[in-house]
C-alpha cells in the first residue's frame, strides 16, 4: 500500500468514525440506550505506526505520528488555514486588533480615561 493510499484509507477512517460520532449524538437524544448505538468502525491494522511522511526542510520525510485527520501532524498541515468565505473572513476581521489607519483619535490618545478621575 503507498503511503498516498494510506493517508486516503486514514481520511477515510476518520470521516467515518465523524459520522458515528454524530449519529451516536443524535441517537442518544432520542433516547436509545448506550449500548444499542452503532459500533465505531475498527482501526485498519495497516495504518498502525503511521507517520506523516510530508518532506522536511532537511529533505527527509516527517517522521512524527501524532497526526490529525488529514493524515498530517501539526507542522504539515494539521491546522487552520484561516477564514475561507467572506462571512467567515468578516467575522475573523472582528476578532483582530485594528490596524494604525483603522484607529480612532479616541483610542491613541494618551489622556483618555483620566478625565473621570479629575474633580
Ligand atoms: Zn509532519
Not at 462571512?87 to 475573523?92: F, N, P, V
Amino acid at each position: 500500500m503507498t503511503p498516498e493510499q494510506k493517508r486516503a484509507l486514514w481520511r477515510e477512517y476518520w470521516r467515518k468514525c465523524a459520522w458515528h460520532t454524530a449519529e451516536n449524538e443524535r441517537l442518544q437524544v432520542l433516547g436509545v440506550p448506550s449500548h444499542k448505538l452503532p459500533r465505531f468502525p475498527p482501526f485498519p491494522d495497516e495504518l498502525r505506526g503511521m507517520t506523516c511522511g510530508a518532506w522536511t526542510r532537511a529533505g527527509t520525510s516527517c517522521k512524527r505520528k501524532d497526526l490529525y485527520t488529514s493524515g498530517r501532524c501539526k507542522l504539515h498541515g494539521g491546522l487552520s488555514t484561516g477564514p475561507k468565505t467572506p462571512e467567515g473572513k468578516a467575522k475573523s476581521a472582528l476578532n483582530s486588533n485594528p490596524t494604525e489607519g483603522e484607529k480612532t483619535a479616541c483610542d491613541t490618545d494618551p489622556m483618555r480615561g483620566s478625565e473621570k478621575l479629575t474633580f
